[in-house]
Structure formats: C-alpha cells, structure tokens
C-alpha cells in the first residue's frame, strides 16, 4: 500500500491483476489514507455496481456525460443551460479534489475515455488519476455499428490518446487473495492471459460433469439471466417452508426526487440488488457486498459468501432481521443495507457526498444460481460453472476464477463440441489486449 501512495505523490496510477488479488481492497486503502489527510477524493465507477461497490458515482453522471459515446454529442449536450450550471459545480468540486479513482476500467470505452479527458482538461483538473481494472475482464460495452463501420475502430480505454496522455504508473498484482491452490491460480492465470495449450485444457477437463446436478450447497454460475432465474425458483419451491418476501423500499432527502424518476430508477436496475427479495426459512443465499468485520467482529461478511437462513424476526409484522448460519458456521444477523444514490458537492469549502435517495434491501440472493455478470467481484466458495452459454470477452475467466477452493468446484460442460475446441472459441483471444500487456512496463507486486 505504501507503494502506491508513494507512485500517487508524483504520478497517475493504472492497479491491475487477475480476480481475487486485492485490488478493491487497496483501492478502499488508498480513499481511507486520502481522506484521513482532508485530501479530497472522488469515486466513479464506470457500472452502478461498481459505483456501489466503491461508495461512488458513475462516471457519466459525475462528469456530466449523459449518454454521450463520442465529442460530437458532447458538443450538442453542452449547450443545454441546464449542463452549463452543472460543468460550472463540476468545476468547483474538481478544485477541491486531489484525487479521481475510476473502477472497473476494463468497461469503458476508447471513446468514453477520451471524453473523460476533454472534460478534466476543459476544467483544469490538476489532481491526481488513478485507474483500477483488469482489460483481460469483461469488456467495454460498445455499439457493433460503430465497430463494423469503422476500419480503424478503437474498443478498449488504454487505445485512446487519453490514455497516453494521462502518463500512468502501471502497477500490476501478482498474488492471489481468493484462492490458496497455486496450481489452480496458475492455470487460472492461463485462461485469463489468453495462453490456452494442451496443459491447460487437460488440467481443467477434470473438473467437467456432463450434467448440472443441483443440490443445496453449490452455487451455479450461467451466462444468461434466465437459467439463474429458473434454478433459483426450482430450488426454492422444494424446501418446505413459508414463502416470505421483503419489498426493498425508498428514503428520499431531495423533494425534488421521485421513485419514478428516470434516475433513480436507472440507477436502482444497474445494482446487484432485487426490488423483492423472496426466500424461505432453509434457502440457501449469497451475500452480494462486503461488510467488514466491526469492533467486537461480528456480523461481517464478504461478497459471495454463502449461507443458510435459520431464522427471522419481525417487528410489527415487517421482517428487521435475517439470521443466516454461513458455511463456516459463524451465525450473524443481517438487516437491511442502505444502497445511496448521491452526489459530490462543496460544502463550506470542503468536498462532500450528499445522498439523493437511499434504497433498503437485504444484501442477498438466492444462492442456487446468480450470472456470471452479477457474480463480478465475488468469492464463492462452493462453485458450479455452467459453460454451455458463455458469449462474451473475458466472460470465461471471470466465471471460473469466482472459485476459492478447486475441490469445491466444477464445470458443466456438454456441448457435442470438443471442450478444447470450445474453450479456444469463447476465450477469444483478444490480440489488442495481449499486445498491451505485454508491451507495457509494470511494477509487479504482491
């Protein structure tokens, strides 16, 4: 850690690494330091998860982005008077700001990207930039019209001219914080770089069961929503027990918002969080945010721990508690979390995060079966990895490296194609990625 604060004294920062190598955990590090010193930082994320995840906002909202993918449209955006009075606290803030970490680097795009740039450069940001992600992940979401319209098209951030021009110390975590099997992180780490041999399928082909056998302690991960949807409803209709359901309610501090607005409601569908949370007492669940352990180290969980619901309590006929026995047998208590919508603002010439809205759910779902998008960021420690549907860059990789321990966990595998020639085809060796890797200098640490 003390590195990286020495890099961010005098230079831009790139953190990247496999899944599971600690980098949400030192970008947490890093905001902590900053703010124990009254420095001002921001957090974006380029999803709502991963805004969530930091204690953030989206890039697009903070930077006043709107739905812009390129200059033209930012141009025509700026006009709006509206706009003009939010660039002018925009650049309020970023006076007062020392540093800007954006999460999950990997989903935006070159484009995106560049009018991250125009916009920091516009307003005189001279503060610090600090980038976390790992490109080998999932990708930018981009439009296929703009890619198969142009020749010269540029997908990832690290292309755009942005990126040189923010001269970023590469930093690059070796060492796997999720899984203490070696020999799985190294051919993990084969998967991840794209570097698919004969080993490497041989090593991964005894984990292959032909047919998905669901049973009450694995958790599936699928590539469509559907299939986790269906599983989780199957499961849940065998365990004998009353149906209970939480409906996720608002608090609003801002009269000016509503349930229906288009904000709240966008930001609300881009959460790992359900509006109904439905379960019964004996379901199998997920925790889908970190809690930390307290003073007294209690109630503390991480995302993608698993566990049992034993029991509920109720005050006037609402549930105030779920109590959940966890695979290591520690019993603790869930209530409700408070996901915030908010913003940065200045406040008596200090830099703030003012919650808009905040939404109260149980951090959970029914474990039996979540996506492979809904599972970014988790360690799951009994793991099924269903890979007849996987249909996006890095989507491989992030599924199997959810997995903690190797002997708690397999692949369902049975197309008629021959794994090998499958696992060729959907890794999807991205050249453009391989070759930045590679030709960039790294510090590699532990």
């Known amino acids: 850690m003390k590195k990286l604060i020495e890099i961010l004294e005098t230079s831009n920062l790139f953190l990247t690494g496999g899944g599971g190598v600690g980098k949400s955990y030192a970008t947490k590090e890093i905001i902590e330091h900053y703010r124990n010193f009254n420095k001002g930082v921001i957090c974006l994320g380029s999803t709502g998860i991963s805004a969530v995840n930091i204690g953030g906002v989206t890039l697009h909202s903070f930077l006043c982005l709107g739905i812009c993918k390129n200059f033209d449209e930012l141009k025509e955006y700026d006009r709006s008077r509206t706009i003009k009075e939010k660039l002018k606290k925009l650049n309020e803030i970023l006076r007062m700001t020392d540093l800007i970490i954006i999460d999950e680097i990997s989903m935006i795009s070159c484009d995106v990207f560049e009018l991250v740039y125009y916009r920091l450069s516009s307003l005189n940001y001279n503060g610090r930039i600090m980038v976390v992600g790992d490109f080998y992940q999932l990708p930018p979401i981009t439009k296929k019209d ?8 540029k997908k990832y951030a690290f292309s755009s001219f942005a990126w040189d021009n923010f001269k970023f110390t590469n930093v690059e975590f070796k060492k796997s914080k999720r899984t ?21 399928y041989k090593y991964f082909s005894k984990f292959i069961k032909t047919k998905l056998m669901p049973d009450f302690e694995k958790t599936v991960l699928f590539g469509r929503n559907k299939e ?15 149906l209970e359901k939480y409906y ?18 966008k930001w609300l569908s ?26 007294n180290n209690l109630n503390s969980f991480f995302n993608g721990e698993q566990g049992e619901i034993i029991d509920i309590e109720k005050e006037n006929d609402e549930i105030i508690y779920i109590k959940i026995k966890k695979l290591n047998e520690d019993i603790i208590k869930v209530e409700p979390q408070a996901y915030d919508f908010g913003e940065f603002i200045t406040h008596e010439n200090e830099l703030k995060y003012k919650i808009i809205a905040s939404f109260y759910q149980f951090p959970l779902r029914l474990a039996y079966g979540i996506t492979i998008h809904k599972s970014q960021s988790m360690s799951i420690e009994n793991l099924s990895c269903d890979l007849n549907n996987i249909f996006a860059d890095g989507q491989l990789y ?9 002997k708690k966990f397999e692949i369902i595998y049975n197309r008629k194609e021959n794994f090998y020639s499958y696992l ?12 930045f890797y590679n030709n960039q200098t790294f510090i590699y640490l532990d």
């Open 146 to 153: 703009n890619q198969n319209s142009n020749l010269f098209y």
């Open 180 to 200: 203490k099997d070696l020999k799985f992180y190294y051919f993990l780490n084969k998967i991840r770089t794209q570097d698919i041999n004969s080993s490497v």
């Open 228 to 242: 986790a949807d269906d599983l989780n409803k199957t499961m849940l209709s065998k365990i004998n027990s009353k």
């Open 248 to 265: 996720g309610h608002y608090e609003f501090f801002d009269p000016e918002i509503e349930e229906n607005d288009h904000k709240i409601s």
């Open 270 to 295: 881009n959460l790992n969080v359900l509006n109904i949370f439905e379960f019964k007492i004996g379901a199998k669940v997920i925790f889908t945010i970190n809690k930390y352990k307290n003073a």
């Open 398 to 406: 992030v599924a199997l490296s959810r997995a903690i321990d190797p």
């Open 424 to 435: 060729n085809k959907v890794i999807k060796a991205n050249q453009e990625v391989r070759e």
